[in-house]
């Protein structure tokens, strides 16, 4: 019987080793790297292909107007941060905004947490220099420390080990806080406790009231069904780093094709979508649904050779374009891509990004979004896909649970002066758990139209 790695190799999934890829460290210690990669290759998955087929499903429907896709969470994981309360903040703010949606605009929502794996950030710079010292930047928890020291700026391989472990203690209390009664509908009210009244707040207060008495309607009418009990939360992280991806492929034992068992979904990121690099080559051979991030100078032939390369079957589903190109470009720089896909007749996913393209720093020094800016690209996007006659299928934010203060503007008001309050972000600011709320409830008016 062949071995499992030799049916991988049999698969191409090193095809990409002679291809380019970007924002890669340099591991120091390459006997290390070859241990961590031998020991993650005998690991259990993560996930299962079967997940991954039916998240495909269920994004396929989204393509066409059948469900609408939530996928949140943070910027960057860390270790440290991986505690059952932030974790669970976080799956209860996506279950809230989700409850929004599904009961406002009366779809089925597709639930995808950032979580789980999003630990390797891509960096405009290899190194970083601090008062004449250079050390190595930091990219990410999965490959070095964020200290300013040359112990922690360095790669070390036994990350990946830990990224592994962090991402099952995550998975699995997901999986608990998702089947265990924790999203139960009729709990809806108890999602809310602990928060500052606000309006978000008390129009959520409004609707779980309506909900609790559709749900006891139905309780009273027969028994209470799982669906109401349970929910479907997937995993996604942007795949990255190539020496944690293809260790954790694995071939699926009933097709016998290669998943990325990393996590149910995983994209590309606007810096490593190169038609000809590593890491669209080694994406395009695994089976899992896949995301390629889209900025505002992406031209209408890349998009398309995008889907030539990394859907060429036109499987619905398998490719999500996640559009990330600021409010004031959205409404020029999407349409002739989205004309392009649309007239290729190649079934596509459309996430918008609210958040990446609009990123500033405020005058007191603090990297900072705008609340309105952010509702303005959500427009702006569903605006483009009306006009088009296309489909505005989901949105992918940068949230927490927890009661931050990164983004400026929503009805808390948040201005510069507040920014300094609680701004506890490595990297990107996160909408926080009111905000979060707010943009659901305006979303789910959008997707009303
Ligand atoms: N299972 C359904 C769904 O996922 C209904 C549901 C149960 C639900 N608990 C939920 C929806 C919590 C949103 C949030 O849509
Ligand atoms: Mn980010």
Not at 86 to 93: D, L, V
């Amino acid at each position: 019987m062949k071995s499992s790695q030799e049916l991988l190799a049999e698969a191409g999934v090193d095809s990409y080793l002679s291809k380019k890829a970007c924002q890669q460290p340099t591991w120091p210690d390459r006997e290390a790297l070859a241990a961590a990669s031998l020991e993650l290759c005998a690991k259990p998955p993560l996930v299962f292909a079967g997940e991954a087929d039916q998240l495909r499903e269920l994004l396929g429907a989204a393509s066409a107007g059948r469900a609408f896709v939530l996928q949140g969470g943070d910027c960057a994981e860390t270790f440290a941060e991986a505690t059952a309360d932030r974790i669970r903040g976080k799956i209860k703010t996506i279950l809230q905004m989700a409850v929004v949606l599904t009961y406002g605009a009366s779809l089925p929502v597709v639930k995808i947490g950032r979580m789980a794996g999003q630990y390797a950030k891509p960096r405009s710079s290899d190194t970083e220099i601090r008062d004449g010292v250079e050390l190595p930047a930091y990219r990410g928890d999965i490959i070095n420390r964020i200290g300013f020291t040359e112990e922690e700026r360095t790669p070390d391989p036994a990350r990946l080990i830990e990224a592994y472990h962090t991402s099952a203690a995550t998975l699995n209390l997901i999986r608990a806080f998702t089947k265990g009664g924790f999203a139960d509908l009729r709990l809806v009210h108890e999602w809310n406790k602990g928060f500052t009244k606000s309006p978000a707040y008390s129009k959520f207060e409004q609707m779980a009231t309506e909900i609790d008495r559709a749900v006891r309607f139905m309780g009273a009418c027969g028994e209470y069904f799982d669906s109401l009990r349970t929910v479907d939360l997937f995993s996604s992280h942007e795949a990255l780093l190539l020496d944690y991806e293809r260790p954790l492929t694995r071939i699926d034992s009933r097709t016998g094709d290669p998943y990325d068992c990393s996590a149910h979904f995983l994209w590309i990121g606007e810096r490593t979508r190169d038609l000809d690099g590593a890491h669209v080559e080694f994406m395009s051979k695994v089976k899992n649904p896949i995301g390629v991030k889209l900025g505002p100078t992406t031209t209408p032939a890349e998009a398309l050779g995008l889907i030539e390369r990394l859907n060429p079957d036109a499987v619905p589903g398998r490719l999500t374009f996640i559009t990330r190109m600021g409010a004031d470009r959205i409404r020029d720089s999407l349409p002739p891509i989205v004309a392009a896909v649309r007239d290729s007749a190649v079934p596509v996913t459309w996430v918008t990004d609210p958040m990446h393209g609009n990123t500033f720093t405020s005058e007191s020094g603090y990297k900072t979004r705008q609340f309105e800016t952010i509702l303005d690209e959500v427009r702006g996007f569903f605006e483009v896909h009306r006009e088009a006659g296309t489909t505005p299928g989901g949105i992918h934010i940068e949230l927490t649970g927890d009661d931050v203060t990164e983004v400026m503007g929503g009805t808390e008001e948040i201005d510069d002066k507040k920014l300094g309050e609680r701004y506890e972000t490595l990297v990107d600011p996160r909408l926080n758990h009111q905000q979060s709320l707010e943009l659901a409830f305006i979303v789910s008016e959008l997707l009303q139209h």
